[in-house]
């Protein structure tokens, strides 16, 4: 089903016009649909962090949609740079597919969702003059709002907990399908955690050390900057955690365990259980926020892969059996839906 008119049907401007006019309810409800069918379509892929998202938006663009562009949703993975801190998809797991909006923005200046809200339809235009479809793909919510909602005001936090649900616009600027991949919290923070873990056996501590090397204070004793506000690419969890470490320690490897090493250890250890922490809570958050849209009227269809991921986790063996569960639990329905969408 499709959520460009999400307003209940006693409320919607449709049935509205079909009671005004009701001599002719029929045409007007046809004009409304036509006008509907009209509207672009684009795919979106919604979900916290490490969910699968860009995973699941590759396997179904290669195999099942080859004519798809993927429109990156993530506020931190549009800069420039920390390719690995901030978890962008590499170029070998694109497979080809195009990405937009990914690691293009200057790190320094903030992209902002009304930047996104201004910029992304140009390229979704574009898209589809090519006779393709958009997939936007990312955690962002208020990325995924700004583009999508109709009505959008900048200085209004829609997902300001204490805010009325009613300040998102549950009308659409885009004929929408909703993905959300979902897994469970227990056994997502498990994986976020050895997900850190992988990150930092590819080069993570190196990318930052590189990173505050370049931003002049590796190893300085510059004032204490945890409190400033940070702009664009400073924002990415990583960033504010090794912040203290690289003051103290400049880019040495924190693997040493000598003597007055020990407290290198033990900042590096701290660092890396902070990033642990804010990335588990990214990714409540996020999914706080998923609950808000939903609430608001969006028709968001939640795809389970809890089940995928516990497979995957059991033991790196388990590899194939992972993949058969992924296929049956995430791929399949989010396949059915997406064509039964696109062929509306
Ligand atoms: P929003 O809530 O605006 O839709 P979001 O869910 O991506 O965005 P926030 O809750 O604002 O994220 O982010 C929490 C922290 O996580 C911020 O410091 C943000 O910069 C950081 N963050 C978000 N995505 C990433 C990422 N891909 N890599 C590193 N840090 C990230």
Redesign the pocket.
Known sequence: SSSSSLSSPSSSPRTQMAATHNAAPATAVATAARRRRKMKKLVVVMGP?GSGKSKLSIDLATRFFPNSEIINS????VYRGLDI???KISMHDRRGVPHHFLGVFDPDIDFTPSDFRSLAPKTIAQIISRRNVPFVVG?????IHSLLAKDFNPDIDV?EESGPVDSISSELRYECCFIWVDVSPPVLNQYLDDRVDDMLDSGMFEELSEYFAAEGFSGSSEPDSESVSRTGLR????VPEFERYFKKHGGRCGESSEGDDVEERMSYEGAVKAIKD?TCK?AK??VG?ILRLRDAGWDLQRVDATEAFRAAMVTSKAGKRATEIWEKTVVEPSVKIVSRFLME
Request: glycine residues 8%; without cysteine; hydrophobic residues 25%.
């Open positions: 962090t993530d506020k931190i993975q801190t901030t978890n955690g962002s919510n208020s990325f997902f924002k990415a969890i990583g804010n990214l958050r996020q926020k």
